[in-house]
């Protein structure tokens, strides 16, 4: 006979068996947990341990585990925060605009509005093409309807969607979009929110900056934005409107001849000293979120990343022997998961 032990999740109690994984024994109750790929890969489902004990097979960070991966050995209670629920939705591209050479702004409108969190990311199909993840977000200027999804995307020469992108993906195209995912949503808070972020990984970052600031005006925040290129630097007037509204910001450039108004260097270079009150958000480049969530984990801060890996990246058990000490000591303490797939491929 099965053992069976007690499992609470978010408080609602529910009887389960010792060996299931918190994910399937949630979904065997009625109780789902949110969940994307199901595999360790996606970090959706990622809970906080409340009470008890759990196998954690080697996705423990802080006081979470993935609820897919993590397996029932004793009573335990856990909690995560409430998400909506992943949809379908049909649209058109609306525009495209040139927001550098490199970047465009993608907006679709929907035949009926897709809610998120600010943070969170979409699977979009545009005609037909693969499906890509990109994090919705808003204008520059702050502009945006419900109805609307505003991305803002990268081209890659050598990928199969981002080069057809004022092309063949015009005004009128047929979009179809599945989420949200993701849990680098914004979260109210009392303690600072840093948000930090390189190239397209503004869009999400400028998501979860203007939700602060209009839900929380008296919290402290911190964004630092920056690209390789000086050209690439199109997030200038949404860093204006929250330097209006109290914010610090910060620009970086780590290429050639750094305009008057970026500092050299990366984006880490520039992070203040961070402190366990302090929330963390970082999204862009896998490499400069590792590093930020290294800076986090040593200091005790929350922190919760949105890594942009290409769409052809595949998660491998055994890192390269070039692996760098931050990404060893990142796959070590994560168990090798991976975020959504680049939204600039």
């Keep these: 006979m099965t053992d069976r032990v007690s499992l609470v999740v978010n408080g609602r109690p529910i009887s389960a068996g010792a060996g299931q994984t918190l994910l399937d024994a949630g979904l065997a109750s009625g109780q789902a947990i949110p969940h994307d790929c199901a595999t360790g890969q996606c970090d959706t489902c990622r809970v906080r341990i409340h009470s008890g004990s759990v196998d954690d097979a080697g996705t423990r960070i802080g006081d979470t585990v993935l609820a897919c991966r993590a397996r029932l050995t004793a009573?335990?209670?856990?909690?995560?925060?409430?998400?909506?629920?992943?949809?379908?939705?049909?649209?058109?591209?609306?525009?495209?605009?040139?927001?550098?050479?490199?970047?465009?702004?993608?907006?679709?409108?929907?035949?009926?509005?897709?809610?998120?969190?600010?943070?969170?990311?979409?699977?979009?199909?545009?005609?037909?093409?693969?499906?890509?993840d990109y994090s919705p977000t808003l204008r520059v200027d702050g502009s945006g309807e419900l109805n609307e999804l505003i991305f803002q995307i990268r081209?890659?020469?050598?990928?199969?969607?981002?080069?057809?992108?004022?092309?063949?993906?015009?005004?009128?195209?047929?979009?179809?979009?599945?989420?949200?995912?993701?849990?680098?949503?914004?979260?109210?808070?009392?303690?600072?929110?840093?948000?930090?972020?390189?190239?397209?990984?503004?869009?999400?970052?400028?998501?979860?900056?203007?939700?602060?600031?209009?839900?929380?005006?008296?919290?402290?925040?911190?964004?630092?934005?920056?690209?390789?290129?000086?050209?690439?630097?199109?997030?200038?007037?949404?860093?204006?409107?929250?330097?209006?509204?109290?914010?610090v910001t910060i620009l970086t450039c780590s290429g050639r001849n750094p305009p008057s108004d970026a500092r050299a260097g990366r984006p880490t270079?520039?992070?203040?000293?961070?402190?366990?009150?302090?929330?963390?958000?970082?999204?862009?480049?896998?490499?400069?979120v590792a590093a930020v969530q290294f800076l986090a984990a040593a200091t005790g801060a929350t922190c919760y990343a949105d890594p942009f890996y290409a769409a052809t990246h595949k998660p491998d058990r055994s890192p390269p022997s070039d692996t760098n000490f931050l990404q060893r000591f990142l796959q070590r303490v994560a168990g090798n998961r991976t975020a959504k797939t680049d939204p600039v491929a």
């Design 155 to 247: 081209r890659q020469p050598d990928g199969v969607v981002s080069p057809q992108l004022g092309g063949r993906i015009g005004r009128g195209t047929a979009v179809k979009v599945e989420g949200p995912f993701g849990t680098a949503f914004h979260r109210l808070g009392r303690g600072r929110l840093v948000v930090v972020s390189s190239g397209v990984g503004f869009a999400p970052a400028w998501a979860v900056a203007r939700a602060s600031r209009l839900r929380e005006p008296e919290r402290d925040l911190l964004v630092v934005a920056g690209t390789r290129e000086p050209q690439n630097l199109y997030m200038r007037p949404a860093l204006e409107w929250l330097r209006d509204r109290g914010a």
């Design 75 to 132: 009573d335990i209670a856990i909690e995560f925060d409430e998400v909506p629920d992943v949809v379908r939705r049909a649209g058109i591209v609306d525009s495209v605009v040139e927001l550098t050479a490199e970047i465009v702004e993608v907006t679709v409108a929907l035949r009926k509005r897709l809610i998120y969190l600010p943070g969170q990311y979409l699977r979009v199909s545009f005609a037909g093409l693969p499906a890509r």
């Design 269 to 288: 270079l520039h992070l203040p000293r961070l402190t366990r009150e302090d929330t963390v958000l970082a999204a862009g480049a896998p490499e400069m």
